[in-house]
């Protein structure tokens, strides 16, 4: 991985393939625009969620370094989360969810470092700094919570996905970025819609990533906690929209307990949420989680699980009651009496035991797949992985004897054994043959000129999940995203305008106390009339400096601006409020 990123001690222990998704935060590509749009948000929500937000919020803000009047630098903010025991790193926009769940589950934050434009100030389709940064971080201040967050990503990241799921991914994922470019033809904007919508109508029975993926909504994003007449926000969505965290309390939301009923309700990216969850505390979310996980393939395993796996058509494992696990792209199974007795991959496959994987049974050995019969011989009730040597003699499972193996629901093994591994249990996990033939009636599974026979062994499948048991058996550098956040050139107007807020922010700041106030206020109403948040901070500074004239002809030249566009009043209003807390001018 190239030097885009300054590592850690957490970030050190992310793998390879989680490292990829990682880009440089380019903290000076940050206009000063961009930078009033994080204070004004910032400056807003303290003061609003002060009053709503869980307790652990405002300490947050102080533990995790998170500035009200800065955007974040990550190297900052990672020498104090370090102290939590987390770290953060920039990526672009929506990653896979198996990935971002991923970097969780090593206590890692993915901060999408784009900002929303200044148009889109109180809510974003897309990820920003400001949802992540001001609305994750400070909240995993709280040990508890924190947890259920690394929790929560170590079972989701394993969850499997439907061949759907992906699709819907990169739409959703187009969708949001193209929301939040400049100058986007309202044409594409409305095609984009469509087809996230026809992808959402037409998903099937929906898959365990699309159902963790609604758990993850209700509480990480848009989670409310207390009872559900007074309850207080946690959810990073609601602590980062000015628009929607107000707007979530009153009664035109409606507050549902928490339950794993929350499960199948699903989630409209693109809008505010008509409906929320409440849980009476954090150790109530990972109740909730482990209730689910209980019905995950993760835990469960067997014919069904295997179906999910052939069903992703994806990358994905299942673990035999040995401990033995095999990853790869399972293509088929044969099934008798509701139980999987055949399972096979179509492409590289790796076997591995303890997420380690075996020697000499990598990808090289299993390049075109593996199968492999599970289940116990037909008519011995004694499965072949609790055989002690002297029974496996007298079934004649031995190195150097040829042998024919029935299991029950009609697979045939015949060959010559060569040589069995073992687990640390003592447990046969593995029999090689050679000149070996498998059947199943007259389907021939495999013939001898295909070469060495490898069977695992296992009664059952007790678990099947997302991606590879040992991560260093695949090449997993393969992300490369369909869509790429657009930047556009900016026009010599926009560069104008940022120019005029560089000015007042030096200003404040102390940096330059030179400039004319008044003059900035008179190039503004002059060539960027439409403006509103620089005049906001042009009469912070003069209500902080008791300068009445100029107040008056900026709160007169704001009230113009609330005629022209009534949609920016509130906006306007909310500003002009805050400042009004902190000064003595009226």
Not at 280 to 301: I, K, Q, W
Not at 333 to 342: A, D, L, M
Not at 373 to 395: F, Q
Not at 408 to 421: P, Y
Request: some cysteine; charged content about 25%.
């Amino acid at each position: 991985m190239p030097d885009t990123f300054e590592s850690n001690a957490i970030l050190n222990r992310l793998p390879k393939h989680l490292k990829q998704f990682i880009k440089p935060q380019n903290y000076a590509n940050y206009s000063a625009i961009d930078q009033a749009v994080w204070r004004y948000v910032m400056r807003k929500n303290v003061d609003f969620l002060t009053t709503v937000a869980h307790k652990s919020y405002l300490e947050g803000l102080r533990q995790t370094g998170i500035s009200i009047d800065h955007i974040p630098n990550m190297y900052g903010m990672n020498r104090i989360l370090k102290e939590i025991g987390w770290a953060a790193v920039a990526v672009d926009g929506f990653i896979p969810p198996n990935a971002f769940m991923e970097f969780q589950a090593y206590n890692v934050l993915v901060i999408a470092s784009d900002i929303r434009q200044l148009e889109h100030i109180e809510y974003t389709p897309a990820p920003d700094i400001i949802h992540e940064g001001a609305g994750h971080a400070p909240i995993i201040a709280n040990p508890e919570y924190a947890e259920y967050l690394r929790r929560f990503g170590e079972i989701g990241c394993k969850a499997i996905s439907s061949a759907k799921d992906y699709e819907l991914y990169e739409a959703v994922r187009h969708l949001s970025i193209i929301k939040e470019a400049p100058n986007t033809p309202e044409a594409d904007i409305t095609s984009a819609e469509k087809t996230v919508e026809e992808l959402q109508q037409n998903m099937g029975e929906p898959s365990e990533m699309a159902l963790i993926r609604n758990l993850h909504w209700w509480t990480v994003e848009y989670g409310l906690i207390g009872t559900i007449e007074n309850p207080k926000i946690y959810g990073a969505g609601l602590l980062s929209s000015i628009g929607e965290s107000a707007w979530c309390m009153t009664d035109a939301v409606k507050k549902l307990p928490y339950t794993i009923e929350a499960t199948y309700k699903d989630f409209d990216i693109t809008k505010p949420q008509p409906q929320l969850y409440v849980t009476p505390d954090f150790a109530h979310l990972s109740l909730v989680l482990e209730e689910y996980a209980n019905t995950m393939a993760l835990r469960c395993g067997g014919l069904s699980g295997i179906r999910k796996l052939i069903s992703s058509k994806a990358l994905g494992s299942i673990e035999l009651s040995t401990g033995l696990q095999i990853s790869g792209v399972f293509t088929d199974v044969i099934e008798h009496n509701g139980k999987p007795i055949y399972i096979q991959t179509s492409s590289e496959t790796a076997l591995a035991y303890r997420e380690k994987e075996l020697v000499g049974h990598g990808t090289k050995t299993h390049k075109t797949g593996f199968g492999s019969p599970i289940g116990k011989l037909k008519g011995i009730n004694l499965a072949i992985e609790d055989m002690s040597p002297r029974d496996l003699a007298a079934y004649n499972i031995y190195e150097e004897r040829t042998v024919t193996l029935e299991f029950e629901g009609g697979i045939k093994v015949s060959g010559e054994i060569i040589t069995g591994k073992r687990n640390l249990q003592g447990k046969i996990i593995l029999v090689s043959f050679k000149n070996c033939t498998v059947t199943h009636g007259d389907t021939i599974l495999f013939q001898p000129e295909w070469g060495i026979y490898d069977m695992a062994i296992g009664k059952a499948v007790v678990s099947a999940f997302a991606g590879p048991a040992d991560l260093n058996s695949f090449d997993l550098i393969t992300h490369v995203p369909s869509t790429q956040t657009i930047h556009v050139k900016k026009s010599a107007k926009l560069l104008e305008l940022e120019r005029l807020y560089q000015q007042v922010r030096d200003y404040r700041e102390g940096q330059n106390r030179t400039i004319s106030r008044t003059k900035v206020l008179e190039q503004l109403i002059e060539k960027h009339s439409n403006d509103w948040l620089l005049p906001l901070e042009l009469y912070e500074l003069a209500a902080k400096g008791n300068e009445k004239t100029l107040c008056n002809s900026i709160s007169s030249h704001l009230e113009t601006i609330k005629q022209d566009r009534p949609e920016l009043g509130k906006l306007i209003d909310d500003g002009l409020g805050i400042v009004e807390k902190n000064t003595l001018v009226r």
